[in-house]
């Protein structure tokens, strides 16, 4: 499995972002597929998370209403697309995959994700 990032930059508060994660080697079945983050001293957070077979996709409290989590299966590939960013948004992120579909119900556990990205950064800075 591979997973890679990119989109990540510095943007102002208020402004939208949209980052993109290419991957391979989880098709076909079904499996989990998301965004995690990590800000400089805090733990990792759980962004968003799609469950392949049903579409079912999962946000964590702080991003709800202002993320959107899309995927195109023909390019095998997910977006997050990031709205209203807030300076708290900045942190480096993650696109995270699970062959464990289930684990998109629990954004609060990342070592239930198996397979990391190398991850982008996202800065929000005036």
């Known amino acids: 499995v591979q997973l890679v990032e990119s989109g990540g930059g510095l943007v102002q508060p208020g402004e939208s972002l949209r980052l993109s994660c290419a991957a391979s080697?989880?098709?076909?079945?079904?499996?989990?597929i998301g965004w995690f983050r990590q800000a400089p001293g805090k733990e990792r957070e759980g962004v968003s998370c799609?469950?392949?077979?049903?579409?079912?996709?999962y946000y964590g409290d702080s991003v709800k209403g202002r993320f959107t989590f899309t995927s195109d299966n023909a390019k095998n590939t997910v977006y997050l697309q990031m709205s209203s960013l807030k300076s708290e948004d900045t942190a480096v992120y993650y696109c995270?995959?699970?062959?464990?579909?289930?684990?998109?119900?629990?954004?609060?556990?990342?070592?239930?994700?198996?397979?990391w990205g190398q991850g982008t950064q996202v800065t929000v800075s005036s």
């Open positions: 995270v995959a699970s062959f464990a579909a289930y684990v998109c119900g629990f954004l609060n556990r990342p070592e239930e994700f198996d397979y």
């Open positions: 799609m469950r392949r077979s049903d579409g079912s996709i």
């Open positions: 080697g989880l098709a076909p079945g079904d499996y989990a």
